[in-house]
């Protein structure tokens, strides 16, 4: 199938607290799993994405894990800071006639309270 | 990023006109998609093409929606005769091949009046 579920879809935390978003895929065959964050009225930037033959991947604050047995995969943000708010979207690499295509998650918007 | 041009920012159409989205993906990227976009919403895929050819168009409608991706030139989407409910941003983004990370532009607002 051509899913990918996101939850929570807002999210506030205290500044300094940590964040988690969860995405689970449909789709046995994706392999690379990016991560975008969109602030109001801006493109999706790419902040962070991991590919199927790793667990987990670190950049300073952000991580990503993956579980390709469950099909799930998170992003977890540590020491959240107020320029973390935005919203934030998983995507999945999902394999359709022999070519892959990225389908995103419904995003979750996450406030970071100072 | 910033490599991916589109073009208008913004875009007011009456209804029935048709409305033409450019999108110049990051110089030697073979791979465009685009994605439509409703205020608070996600990123709903449409097309997704290489140069001259369209991949997937699951996520297009039939009728009035169209995509290219010339062997020179942006990528373009033409909607005809839009409708009030065409009125969303739209998203391209491109990679330099499958499965590695996409760029995205900084969309084109389109609205209907």
């Known amino acids: 199938g051509e899913n990918v579920e996101q939850h929570p879809s807002t999210l506030s935390v205290q500044e300094g607290d940590s964040a988690v978003i969860k995405c689970t895929y449909s789709d046995s065959a994706s392999n690379y799993f990016p991560w975008y964050k969109q602030e109001l009225g801006k493109r999706p930037q790419l902040i962070i994405d991991?590919?199927?033959?790793?667990g987990e991947k670190k950049d300073q604050r952000i991580a990503v894990t993956l579980n390709k047995t469950a099909k799930h995969f998170s992003l977890h943000i540590t020491e959240t800071q107020p320029e973390d708010s935005a919203v934030y979207f998983c995507a999945a690499s999902i394999l359709k006639g022999g070519t892959y295509k990225y389908i995103f998650g419904t995003g979750t918007r996450l406030k970071v309270l100072a | 990023n910033a490599g991916v041009m589109q073009n208008p920012r913004h875009l007011v159409r009456r209804r029935g006109q048709e409305a033409r989205l450019r999108c110049s993906p990051v110089k030697g990227h073979s791979h465009v998609y685009w994605y439509r976009q409703l205020p608070e919403e996600g990123l709903k895929f449409m097309v997704y093409l290489q140069k001259e050819n369209i991949i997937d168009e699951s996520g297009m409608p039939k009728e009035r929606f169209s995509a290219e991706f010339p062997k020179e030139g942006p990528s373009i989407l033409r909607i005809q005769q839009v409708v009030r409910g065409d009125s969303a941003a739209y998203f391209c983004a491109s990679s330099s091949s499958e499965n590695t990370e996409a760029f995205f532009g900084q969309g084109t607002r389109l609205t209907v009046v």
């Open positions: 991991i590919r199927s033959n790793v």
